[in-house]
């Protein structure tokens, strides 16, 4: 058996129920930060495009989202269903964050996901866009973790 076969629920190909899922699932290890977890929703090989870097592998994943993490601080993300289609995802985000002077951040973007038989992603391509923001214009208030299911998404926030 290979690492490969490891189920990742739900499997393509995907309809509204499940995709949606799938969004959510994501969202909350994200929230979690566990770099670790979170690789291993991801094929062995699996190729990323994240802003200017490109990378494949879950070694590679582990250490870019330690480095995220360690840049992005007090890190709180929002994901939506943007369109899906048999083993392909769209996800619309935003993510609030600040630096270690202090200054505030949402990042807003789009990811493109494509996943192999077992539910793992075997591609994912970001695209982000940073806009500063102060403390005060913050939407994203809960505690570290996994968002609230009464939090608002981001249809509900407009954003």
């Known amino acids: 058996m290979t690492l490969e076969l490891i189920n990742r629920p739900p499997f393509p190909p995907f309809n509204l129920e499940t995709a949606t899922q799938k969004v959510r699932k994501a969202e909350d290890a994200w929230n979690g930060k566990d770099p670790e977890a979170i690789s291993m ?22 250490q870019f989202l330690q480095r995220k993490w360690v840049r992005e601080q007090d890190y709180r993300l929002i994901k939506e269903l943007w369109a899906y289609h048999e083993n392909r995802i769209a996800v619309r985000f935003a ?14 973007g789009n990811e493109n996901w494509e996943f192999n038989e077992y539910g793992l992603m075997r591609r994912r391509i970001a695209s982000i866009n940073d806009l500063e923001i102060t403390e005060a ?23």
């Not at 993510?95 to 807003?108: C, K, L, N, P, V």
Request: aromatic share 16%.
């Open 41 to 62: 929703a991801y094929t062995v090989d699996s190729i990323w495009r994240n802003r200017v870097e490109i990378f494949s592998g879950r070694e590679a994943i582990v």
């Open 137 to 159: 214009e913050r939407k994203f208030q809960w505690p570290s973790g996994r968002r609230p299911d009464n939090h608002p998404g981001l249809s509900e926030l407009e954003l």
């Open 95 to 108: 993510y609030e964050w600040h630096d270690d002077s202090g200054d505030w951040f949402r990042s807003y």
